[in-house]
C-alpha cells in the first residue's frame, strides 16, 4: 500500500488588517539637575528596565572605551564584587557601554529593588573610584577584544568605510588602538568621570510592572543631589557623501571580499524617513527584499546581506553590507548596482510595497511588546529629543506612504551614483573584477 501526497497547492489567508499603534503612557519629569526622567508603565513581569544615558561626545577615545568598561569597578564603600552582589540581592544587574554619541548605564532588576538599584547607579554615578587593580584587569581585557576585532575583516571593512564617509569628522574612528589603550591610567578615568558623567541633558528611563510616578519619585529620591561641573562636548554635523571611485582595501589571501555601500539617509523626524525606510526595505532591509532574493536566494554569492539606515546624533546613513566568494565578488557588485538602480528608476509594484509596509509596522508593534524592547526604544527615541507619542506619527507616516512617495525617496536617496563603495579583499584576485566595472584606488588594510 502506498501513501498518498497531496500536492494541491494551498493559498494563504489574507493578512489582517493592521492594528492601530498605541504607544503606552509615560510620565516624565525634569529633575533640578537637569536629568530626565521617563517612567513607562508595562506590567508584563514583575521587572523593571533601566536604560541611562548621557550626552559624552568625542573625546579620548581609549579613555572614553576604558571608562565604560569601568564605572562598575568600585566606589568608595562597594568593590566590584560587592557592586555585583548587591545588585544580584534584589534581582538585578548593570552594564555600561559607550557609543558615538553617549555613555550608557543598562540594567534590569525586580520591580521591589528598583529603589536599592537607583540607590546603588547613584553611588556609582557620584563616587566611581577606579580602583588601580580593576583598570589594569580591564585594560588588558580591552586590549585583547580590540586586537582579535582587527584581525577580523567586518571590523576592517567597518573601520575603512568610517574614515573614507567621515574623513576628519569624529565619528570616522571609534576603535581605539591597543597603544592608546595601554597609556591610560585611573587617574585619567578619574578626570574624565569630572568632566563628562553628570546630569545636564542626561536621560534616565525605566519601564516596567511601576507605578510612573512612584518610579519618578524614586529616581529623584536617588539621583536628585546627583551633580557634576563638567562640559558636553557637540559633535558637528556630519559631512555629505562624496561619491568617488571604488575603495578597494587590500587583505591577501582573503577567501571572501567585505561589500559594504553608504548611500545617504535622513533623520527620524524628517518627511523622507518613512518612505525611505520602506524603500530600504524593498531593497535590502529585510528577508524577503530584492537584493537578498538575487545574490543569496537566486545567485548564491552570499549568506546574509543586508541593508540598514545607521541613526546617530550628528547625521544619518544608510549601510549596505554583504560577504561573498572571491571570485564573484565583481558579479556580486553588479548586481548590486543593478538592485539599486532598478529602484531608484522603476517604481515599485503596489503588492510589494504593501508586504514592505506590513513588515514595518509588524515591527513596530514587535518591539514595544516586551519591557526590553519598549525600554530601548524609548531611549533610542529620548536621544534625538522624541517620546513615544512620535510612534504613532510615525506609524501613521509608513502607512499613508504611497508608491510615490517611494519611488521618490528611492531615486533621491538609493541611486547608486549617490554612493560610497568600498570592497575590503584579496587585491590580487578582485581588482580586475572590479575595475571592470568601475574606477577603482587601492590601499592597504
Not at 516596567?208 to 558636553?232: I, K, N, Y
Request: glycine share 8%; hydrophobic share 45%; charged share 20%.
Amino acid at each position: 500500500m502506498t501513501a498518498t501526497v497531496d500536492t494541491a497547492v494551498r493559498t494563504l489567508p489574507p493578512l489582517g488588517p493592521n492594528r492601530r499603534l498605541k504607544p503606552p503612557k509615560q510620565a516624565e519629569r525634569r529633575l533640578p539637575n537637569g536629568l530626565t526622567v521617563i517612567a513607562v508603565r508595562r506590567p508584563a513581569v514583575p521587572l523593571v528596565e533601566l536604560r541611562l544615558w548621557m550626552p559624552f561626545g568625542r573625546t579620548h577615545l581609549a579613555r572614553g572605551a576604558l571608562l565604560s568598561q569601568t564605572l562598575l569597578s568600585g566606589t568608595p564603600t562597594m568593590s566590584s564584587v560587592q557592586i555585583a552582589a548587591e545588585l544580584q540581592k534584589v534581582g538585578g544587574g548593570l552594564t555600561a557601554g559607550l557609543d558615538p554619541d553617549r555613555l550608557m548605564v543598562t540594567g534590569a532588576g525586580l520591580v521591589t529593588g528598583l529603589d536599592r538599584m537607583l540607590e546603588i547607579l547613584a553611588e556609582v554615578l557620584t563616587g566611581a573610584t577606579y580602583p588601580n587593580g580593576e583598570v589594569a584587569t580591564e585594560r588588558d581585557r580591552l586590549i585583547d577584544r580590540v586586537q582579535v576585532a582587527q584581525s577580523q575583516p567586518a571590523h576592517l571593512a567597518r573601520a575603512a568605510l568610517l574614515k573614507r564617509i567621515y574623513g576628519r569628522h569624529p565619528y570616522a574612528v571609534q576603535t581605539p588602538e591597543p597603544d592608546q589603550i595601554r597609556a591610560v591610567r585611573p587617574a585619567a578615568l578619574r578626570q574624565l568621570h569630572a568632566d563628562r558623567v553628570h546630569p545636564a541633558e542626561a536621560v534616565l528611563v525605566l519601564v516596567g510592572d511601576v507605578q510612573p510616578d512612584r518610579a519618578l519619585d524614586a529616581a529623584e529620591r536617588a539621583l536628585g543631589d546627583w551633580r557634576g561641573a563638567g562640559h558636553r562636548a557637540d559633535l558637528p554635523p556630519t559631512p555629505p557623501l562624496e561619491p568617488g571611485p571604488l575603495l578597494l582595501v587590500d587583505r591577501p589571501d582573503s577567501v571572501q571580499s567585505s561589500l559594504r555601500i553608504a548611500l545617504p539617509a535622513v533623520g527620524r523626524t524628517h518627511p523622507d524617513h518613512a518612505p525611505l525606510q520602506l524603500a530600504n526595505l524593498l531593497f535590502g532591509g529585510y528577508f524577503s527584499s530584492r537584493w537578498v532574493e538575487n545574490i543569496r536566494e537566486d545567485k548564491g554569492y552570499t549568506y546574509g546581506p543586508h541593508s540598514l539606515v545607521e541613526h546617530s546624533v550628528a547625521g544619518s546613513v544608510l549601510v549596505a553590507a554583504a560577504d561573498v566568494a572571491t571570485e564573484v565578488t565583481g558579479p556580486a557588485l553588479l548586481e548590486t548596482v543593478y538592485e539599486l538602480g532598478r529602484l531608484a528608476s522603476v517604481p515599485p509594484k503596489a503588492e510589494e510595497l504593501e508586504q514592505a509596509r506590513q513588515y514595518a509596522l509588524g515591527t513596530l508593534q514587535l518591539g514595544m511588546s516586551t519591557q526590553a524592547g519598549l525600554a530601548s526604544l524609548t531611549s533610542a527615541y529620548a536621544s534625538n529629543g522624541l517620546r513615544l507619542e512620535f510612534l504613532a506619527e510615525y506609524a501613521a507616516r509608513l502607512a499613508g506612504a504611497t508608491v510615490e512617495d517611494v519611488a521618490e525617496a528611492a531615486a533621491r536617496y538609493l541611486a547608486p551614483a549617490r554612493g560610497v563603495v568600498l570592497v575590503l579583499g584579496d587585491a590580487a584576485r578582485i581588482r580586475g573584477q572590479l575595475e571592470a566595472l568601475t574606477p577603482v584606488e587601492t590601499e592597504p588594510a
